[in-house]
């Protein structure tokens, strides 16, 4: 019998993503940093102090041995001819102060034989400033132990007894290796007990100056979703920055939020009847059943259908420049190229046919600080706005001022008058004899890039008819 195929094995769900791991908090890092710190400072400080307690004990425990040698020396006397030494009590009592060290003594006559105490060899460094006649220590071994040893010498000068007789006192080490540990270990329970102090000190004044940030995040939960209103800076001044820049960084957010909503709303407010027009006439070629009215029909749905993508393509094109003047960082431009990319797009003799466009341009560079394809938005609308709105001929061109720069497009009219000119570059804002072809968004463009670039629009008479100038700050052509 057929064994059952086996079941299908069930697929696997993906497990869950886990959450990236949480960088240590910024407490954390200054306590860490701060107990390196302290740790690097008592290692340091435990050499300081074991190199102080050896150099301590050494001076100490040196003396000791010196006043032994002074006091075996000075009971020293020549008796018949022949140094005789009554070993005093005092010697002893001093090198008795390291109890458990082991002592030896040596006492030698001018030619180096041993008078009394241990055969105790010097090394020949001592010998050779032994010849000096100044006490030398020096460092040997003493029944297996190491041990310091001074040798003193003594001159006598007598009629039965001339030479100089050497006093050699030795002690082994322990009791200045324990005085060596024991300043050492003081030294680092004092250290210890001060660094947990400063860790205590310093974790407090740490939550103390980190108060801010806390008080920061406090207020943005607190906020409503939609405020993008500057926080208030009134913070120490290593927290401002970070103030500062989050609202900067909010002010463009809420500026595109701005774009984002004024798009939405301009859509929807300002679709509505182009598109209600164009169903109308649609509706009316389609029910005329006469060939001449349907031809005007259809004529009108043409330019109706041509309005509503003017206004189309100006709505997008004021989103766009909104979002590159936040997005796209400001670069050197030369505006007379602005200019002549304008010129050479020849989207001008599609607009107006026939009309003559000149430049006005000269052979210097005109650098300021901008994005080239906003500039190149707000150029075209100037240049589009003098072609439906003005009269012939139209001259594009640039110029240089001491302090700032104009990008310019200048025609042969009278231009807008009274209210109107004050009202130009609103949004939407258009003169009846428009008569629809605008979407009155062309000048505002041209206001967006300019104040998004620290310029403005300037509106008014030129040398030979109304004119539009986009002023930007200048700077030097070496900034490209």
């Given at each position: 019998m057929a064994k059952p195929p086996p079941p299908h094995p069930m697929p696997a769900h993906p497990a869950p993503p886990h959450p990236a791991p949480l960088a240590p908090s910024?407490?954390?890092?200054?306590?860490?940093a701060v107990m390196s710190l302290l740790l690097v400072g008592g290692i340091l400080v435990a050499l300081a102090a074991f190199t102080y307690g050896r150099i301590a004990a050494r001076q100490t425990y040196d003396r000791l041995l010196m006043g032994a040698a002074n006091d075996i020396a000075e009971s020293i006397d020549v008796v018949d001819g022949a140094p005789l030494a009554d070993l005093p009590v005092s010697a002893f009592a001093l090198l008795a102060l390291a109890p458990r060290d082991r002592i030896a003594y040596a006492l030698r006559g001018p030619d180096g034989t041993l008078l009394t105490g241990?055969?105790?060899?010097?090394?020949?460094?001592?010998?050779?400033?032994?010849?000096?006649?100044?006490?030398?220590?020096?460092?040997?071994?003493?029944?297996?132990?190491?041990?310091?040893?001074v040798t003193l010498p003594r001159r006598f000068a007598e009629r039965d007894y001339s030479g100089t007789v050497t006093v050699t006192v030795g002690q082994t080490i322990a009791a200045r290796n324990a005085m060596a540990l024991g300043l050492t270990r003081d030294a680092l329970i004092a250290a210890t007990l001060a660094g947990l102090v400063l860790m205590a000190i310093a974790y407090v004044v740490i939550r103390s100056a980190l108060h801010p940030l806390r008080e920061i995040a406090d207020g943005l939960l607190a906020r409503d979703p939609y405020d993008l209103t500057p926080m208030a800076t009134n913070v120490p001044s290593e927290v401002a920055v970070m103030i500062v820049a989050m609202n900067r960084f909010m002010t463009r957010l809420?500026?595109?939020f701005n774009a984002m909503r004024n798009l939405i709303s301009d859509t929807a407010h300002q679709l509505r009847t182009p598109v209600a027009a164009i169903?109308?006439?649609?509706?009316?070629?389609?029910?005329?059943?006469?060939?001449a009215q349907r031809k005007i029909a259809l004529e009108r749905l043409v330019a109706r259908t041509r309005s509503l993508g003017n206004l189309l393509d100006q709505m997008l094109s004021r989103a766009m420049v909104i979002h590159r003047t936040d997005s796209a960082p400001p670069e050197a431009i030369d505006l007379r190229m602005i200019a002549l990319e304008?010129?050479?797009?020849?989207d001008h003799e599609l607009l107006a046919p026939g009309v003559e466009v000149g430049l006005?341009?000269?052979?210097?560079?005109?650098?300021?600080?901008?994005?080239?394809?906003?500039?190149?938005?707000?150029?075209?609308n100037m240049l589009s706005n003098a072609l439906r709105h003005g009269q012939a001929p139209v001259r594009i061109g640039v110029t240089a001022r001491a302090d700032h720069a104009e990008l310019w497009v200048e025609d042969a009219g009278p231009g807008p008058q009274?209210?109107?000119?004050?009202?130009?570059?609103?949004?939407?804002?258009?003169s009846a004899a428009s008569r629809?072809?605008?979407?009155?968004?062309g000048l505002s463009i041209v206001r967006s890039v300019a104040e998004a670039f620290g310029g403005q629009m300037a509106l008014g008479r030129g040398e030979r008819g109304f004119r539009v100038s986009l002023i930007l700050p200048a700077v030097s052509g070496e900034a490209n």
């Open positions: 910024l407490v954390s890092r200054v306590v860490v241990h055969d105790v060899a010097l090394p020949p460094q001592a010998l050779r400033r032994q010849a000096s006649g100044q006490a030398v220590f020096f460092d040997a071994m003493l029944n297996g132990e190491r041990a310091r040893f809420d500026r595109q169903r109308a006439q649609a509706e009316l070629a389609v029910q005329d059943g006469d060939e304008v010129i050479e797009s020849r006005v341009i000269g052979p210097d560079e005109v650098i300021v600080m901008g994005d080239e394809i906003s500039l190149g938005e707000a150029a075209k009274g209210d109107l000119l004050a009202r130009m570059g609103r949004r939407f804002e258009r629809g072809r605008s979407a009155g968004l």
